[in-house]
């Protein structure tokens, strides 16, 4: 038998069906009470998905804005997390933004073949990752 996810909205519709078929005994509680709990139950996750429905279109809405405006700094030349993340950060409304954010729309720029990368060498020696908007031209440098 194949694994069947049971939600919860499924357990409340079989003790909704449970009270109106007056299957159980309930005691102190009457079936009406029972049935109104559901039906109020259901209506909040219903609002509830409602409103995370909600919030996920915002948040793509603002990704796919953050997205473009990290595409649009991008240049011929190679630039650094640290260079991009202060170029977005000097375009208005995107004062607050954070490294974090501009690394993760710099993995699916890279993806969707918008943007290239490729690992530098910083002046005090360590090796970090630079993104241009075209692919770059492998030197003798990237062979050692």
């Given at each position: 038998m194949a694994d069947v996810?049971?939600?919860?909205r499924d357990i409340l519709a079989a003790v909704r069906l449970?009270?109106?078929n007056g299957a159980v005994d309930f005691g102190?509680?009457?079936?009406d009470d029972v049935i109104a709990y559901v039906d109020t139950t259901?209506?909040?996750l219903d609002a509830k998905a409602a409103?995370?429905?909600?919030?996920a279109a915002k948040n793509k809405t603002e990704g796919d804005e953050l997205r473009a405006t990290v595409e649009g700094v991008l240049t011929d030349e190679l630039q650094t997390i640290d260079a991009i993340t202060t170029a977005v950060q000097a375009v208005e409304g995107y004062e607050d933004v954070t490294k974090s954010k501009i690394t993760a729309r710099l993995?699916?720029?890279?993806?969707?073949?918008a943007a290239f990368k490729a690992q530098v060498k910083t002046e005090d020696g360590r090796k970090v990752m630079a993104y241009t908007?075209?692919?770059?031209?492998?030197?003798?440098?990237?062979a050692e």
């Open positions: 996810k049971v939600t919860k449970v009270a109106e102190t509680v009457s079936a259901i209506a909040q409103k995370a429905k909600e919030r993995t699916q720029l890279t993806k969707a073949g908007n075209i692919e770059p031209v492998s030197t003798d440098e990237d």
